[in-house]
């Protein structure tokens, strides 16, 4: 329980922004390690192995190939090795009926893709900064819900 | 048959055999705090670690993370308490543990990467949406337990903290449940 870190997975087709994020994560306050992957395929693909290490928070671009986010959430949901792990979703426009979808399906937060580089970092602290009181003060996520 | 443990005794009859079994010189001081006679290596600090987080035992690294939790737990005391407690949170804090707030709140905030305030809003919003699940009190009431001046009070709070209202949390808890029950019963189905 005691690190001082979070583990993260990303997931991103577009090479860009999975840069984007981990430049960002280097640059808070709260320790954050990375992993990431092109799509949603080799995703699940990791996560159903043996080996695969369970990250506290999974972000997700809405729009993935192979798999895309949704199924990758309902595949995660069925499976109580993941009931700890936190899934954000993030995108730069989406419906209020297409969150809503996002949650109802299990996701935990959604993240308003920006473009400004500083808007981004400040809500990408605000995400990590709040994950970090659920992990170390034991909260429910099942009650965790997030729209920023 | 049935057994009944002694929480205090097993823990520390756990962590003595442990002490042990590594080598460490020590001295178990008051329920949950260990004097070594000799510092730990790094190595030493990390094996021994690992092995107590087995048996869920974890080991709080310093008085500033111990006295950080302490201010959580009088945080969480404090907000899901069923009597409503007559001082402010500040007064409440610093006197539960006997230093002045200026002193807890930067620590805490040093420590936990958010300010006791924070915290504090952050539980609140916890316990109401415990509340709204359940169901059993409409949001006024739910308002005035927690020591909101009004509903509008707490939506707003609530909005802030979450990035929804509490009739949206609610309304996807609600459809959230009904599709992870479609979900159970397929399974059930087939198994």
Known sequence: MNRE??????????????????????????????????????????LNSKEAQIPEILF???HISQKNSLECISEIKTDFRFDNMVTAIYSENLSENEVEEIFVNG????????????A??????????????????GLNRDNFIMKV | MYVKFDFNALCKKILDEKL??????????????VEFYESLTQEQHTIFKKNLEDYGIEIIESQRT???????????????????IPVKASIYIA??????????????????????????????????KELIINNKQSLTEIAHKLNYSSVAHLSTQFKNMTGITPSQFQKIIVKRRKAQSLISNTRMQYE
């Open chain 1, 5 to 46: 870190y979070l583990s993260v997975i990303l997931v991103d087709d577009d090479e860009g922004n999975r840069i984007l994020f981990k430049n960002i994560f280097k640059e808070l306050k709260i320790g954050v390690k990375v992993q990431s992957f092109g799509n949603g395929e080799n995703l699940m693909e990791y």
């Open chain 1, 60 to 62: 997700m671009n809405y």
């Open chain 1, 107 to 118: 996701a935990n937060i959604f993240i308003k893709k920006k473009d400004d580089y500083n």
């Open chain 1, 120 to 137: 981004m970092k400040k809500v990408l602290s605000e995400v990590i900064t709040i994950n970090w009181q659920y992990y170390t003060s």
């Open chain 2, 20 to 33: 042990k079994e590594h080598g460490l010189k020590y001295r178990l001081l008051n329920f949950g705090e």
């Open chain 2, 66 to 84: 111990a006295l950080a939790q302490k201010i959580k737990d009088a945080i969480v005391e404090l907000v899901f308490s069923e009597e409503m």
């Open chain 2, 95 to 128: 006197e539960k543990l006997n230093h002045s707030y200026g002193y807890l709140s930067n620590l805490f905030s040093e420590v936990s990467f958010t300010s006791i305030e924070n915290f504090i809003i952050l539980q609140k919003i916890e316990y109401a």
